[in-house]
């Protein structure tokens, strides 16, 4: 058989209903070659069952025991149809617009190909999402999540990582809930990080692939609806707890361990208080704002989720 024009690959986790919606989107599309296959990260919602009703021979699915993380499941997915020509992973909450495929695989075709691109994101009201990040320098990270914010500190690194001023042709990073690479680029590379359970793997794989000589580019004649946090809205303490673990092997990666640890030693005591003032300004907000409640009373079960299950794990990342 010869091999897929591109191999979608998308990873679900307690999204059934995105996810079929997500399938039959990719599946509906007819001007291109393509091989999809679904890697379900042990749902306990029927998601594997459902897509198995799917009398579809271009659909593999493969369900996982326990839930293996966003980049080693994409992984597992590639490997699926490694000699595909290109590869899309895809977000199990997004859904692929009319003609996207056929529009990245060209793009990627082109004699002076990126290595890899991402769509248009949309939310699912059509309005344009950000498609693209800048790289997570360790200032900017300070400045979003610790109480160096109030001092204004890191606000430019901030600013240019959340929109860097770039070209399509050339980014530093695009979101990872639509990333396609070349195939060559995939194989050579060896796909994610697995290391990264989720979170900041997909600025380590452009950050890679940048560093290889590739470029990272943006097809906006593809375009991606994207509903954004379907899977760790059920779980988001778990997934703060990721995401910290994830953010701390994203600098030492680029920055170095010694450095890292003293990163650590910064960020750990700033995150805390940050977390600290925010939940007595939720806290107060809930108290003397009623009308404010419905906004501030999830903010609160996470920081105390946090406080009483998350702590100890985040002080020893």
């Known amino acids: 058989m010869s091999a897929p024009d591109i191999a979608v690959v998308v990873v679900s986790y307690e999204t059934r209903e995105r996810t079929l919606r997500c399938v039959e989107s990719v599946v509906s599309q007819e001007d291109v070659t393509l091989a ?3 890697i379900d990260n042990a749902s306990q919602d029927e998601t594997v069952t459902a897509l198995r009703r799917l009398a579809d021979a271009r659909l593999s699915v493969i369900a996982n025991a326990r839930n293996r993380g966003f980049g080693a499941a994409c992984n597992q997915g590639a490997a699926v149809h490694a000699n595909a020509r290109h590869a899309l992973f895809l977000n199990a909450d997004t859904i692929v617009r009319p003609g996207a495929l056929a529009a990245i695989v060209a793009a990627l075709d082109h004699g002076d190909a990126p290595g890899a691109l991402g769509p248009a994101i949309v939310g699912e009201n059509g309005e344009d999402q950000p498609s693209v990040r800048g790289h997570p320098t360790p200032l900017a990270l300070l400045h979003q999540h610790t109480a160096l914010r109030f001092l204004r500190m890191g606000a430019a690194d901030y600013a240019r990582y959340k929109r860097p001023p770039v070209s399509d042709e050339d980014v530093p990073v695009v979101m990872g809930a639509a990333l396609a690479l070349r195939g060559d680029v995939l194989r050579t590379l060896g796909g994610f990080d697995e290391r990264y359970f989720l979170y900041f793997e997909e600025a380590d794989l452009c950050r890679r692939i940048r560093d290889a000589g590739q470029r990272v580019a943006i ?8 509903a954004g946090g379907a899977s760790s809205d059920p779980r988001r303490g778990p997934a703060l707890n990721w995401y910290l673990r994830s953010l701390f092997l994203y600098v030492d990666r680029f920055h170095g361990r010694v450095f890292g640890l003293a990163y650590r030693a910064l960020f750990k005591p700033l995150f805390l208080l940050r977390m600290l003032t925010d939940g ?8 003397f704002r009623p009308s404010k409640r419905a906004d501030k009373g999830p903010e609160l079960r996470l920081g105390g989720w946090f406080l009483v299950r998350g702590v100890w794990a985040f002080l020893v990342a």
């Open 219 to 226: 097809a906006r004649d593809a375009v991606v609806e994207h």
């Open 280 to 287: 007595l300004r939720d806290g107060l907000t809930w108290v």
């Open 36 to 38: 999809l296959v679904v």
